[in-house]
Structures are given as C-alpha cells and as structure tokens.
C-alpha cells in the first residue's frame, strides 16, 4: 500500500460526458502528478501540482483539467470525453516535487468510455 | 527533447535465469533515472533509482547502473522468481523535476 488513494476504482460513462477522479496523496506529501496510461500511448505524464499550485504540464489536453485543494487532495475533471480517453488514470504523489524523489502511484482510476 | 526507450517485451524466462532489460536515454545534462514496477492490477512502486553518473541502484536482487557515456540504464537480475513477473517501467525525470518521461514498459513473465 503506497499510502496514495484514488476513487473511484472503475468508471464507466458515454462519449460526451464529464467525469472527475479523485486522489489523496501520502500524508505529508505536497506534490500530486497526474498520469494516463493507454495500451497504445504507454504512460504518459499530464500534470504536476505543488502545495495547490500548478507546476508543470505534460501531454494534457485542453478538455482535461486538475487542481489541488488546500487539503492537498486533487481531482482530474475530464470533459466531453472521447472513446480514445479510455484508460488508466494514475495519480502519483511526493514529497515536495524534487527531480530526485519517488513517486508513490495510487491504485488507479479505470475509466471506460463507450 | 527527452525521452526513454526501452526494450520490447513481453519477455518469458524460466525460474533462475538472468535478466536484463534494456533501457536507453535522451535528455540534457544529468536527469535522475529510475525503474518501476507494475503488478497485475496494481499501480506502480518504485524498484531502484540513481541520481548521478556511475551511481548503482539496486533492490531486491535488481541492479541498474547510470551509464552516461552510454545513456543507458539497463535492469538486472542473476536469478529471476516466479514472483517477479510484472510490467517493469524505465523513467527520467529531468533537472527541473518538472517533466516525467516512462518507457513503453517490458511485460516479464518467469515460468516455474
């Protein structure tokens, strides 16, 4: 157990909709990441957020969005959603965002779109 | 810009034998390297790590050297488990730690 929560574990919603994932870091980390990881793109990096503020954004698409509460949770809102967002959304947490330090990953959020 | 390359699986070996896994790099000046894990319906873990140049990681009977006049980071093992089959994932995070870049992941299997 990586300490990282994630809910809800399965998501199942039509072509068009809004869905928000959620995730709770490590107590005590201040960093979250977002990933997705798709069968035919691999594990692709989509955004880093630091003590609430945005810090560094990778492949996200402009539907796609995040943000991080006071409490340090952070939820990823994906919106008018497409067949291709199907996959497996982690979030990943660490301590303060360092190029050094371990990211522990959440359990992942699978979003299935049909 | 930078990125990770890294060998084609799925990979199946018998209980025992040696394994590497192949895992080569882009990136400007000295980006920090690490292996993951990935188990059936699990997220990842972190395996090993290495920070700087000629720096070994190792965990669990798994090594990894940085090899930068190669860019490589290559993932060993003398004596592979049943207990070892995972995705195994190569990762770069670069100077800023600002950007995360995953290999394609390598799918081991170890038969008994």
């Known amino acids: 157990d990586s300490g990282v929560t994630q809910t809800p574990k399965h998501l199942i919603t039509a072509t068009g909709q809004r869905v928000t994932l959620r995730c709770s870091p490590r107590?005590?980390?201040?960093?979250v990441y977002w990933y997705q990881q798709s069968l035919d793109q691999g594990l692709q990096f989509l955004i880093q957020?630091?003590?609430?503020?945005?810090?560094a954004k990778g492949n996200i698409l402009e539907r796609f969005s995040a943000q991080q509460f006071p409490d340090l949770h952070s939820e990823l809102n994906l919106s008018s959603l497409e067949l291709g967002d199907s996959a497996l959304y982690f979030c990943?947490?660490?301590?303060?965002?360092?190029?050094?330090?371990?990211?522990?990953f959440g359990p992942g959020t699978r979003l299935l779109v049909l | 810009g930078n990125s990770v390359t890294q060998m084609e699986g799925p990979v199946t070996l018998s209980e025992e034998a040696f394994l590497t896994i192949n895992c080569t790099y882009t990136?400007?000046?000295?980006?920090?390297l690490f292996w993951y894990v990935q188990y059936p319906g699990e997220g990842l873990q972190l395996l090993l790590k290495?920070?700087?140049?000629?720096d070994k990681g190792s965990n669990k009977g798994f090594e990894a050297t940085y090899r930068k006049e190669t860019t490589s980071f290559h993932l060993e093992k003398g004596s592979v488990q049943v207990s070892d089959s995972a995705v195994y994932f190569c990762?770069?995070?670069?100077?800023?730690?600002?950007?995360?870049?995953f290999g394609t992941g390598t799918s081991l299997t170890v038969i008994p």
């Open positions: 107590s005590g980390d201040l960093s």
């Open positions: 990943a947490s660490s301590a303060r965002g360092g190029s050094q330090e371990t990211q522990y």
């Open positions: 990136a400007t000046g000295y980006p920090s």
């Open positions: 290495a920070t700087k140049a000629d």
């Open positions: 957020y630091y003590n609430g503020e945005e810090r």
């Open positions: 990762a770069l995070s670069d100077l800023t730690g600002n950007q995360f870049y």
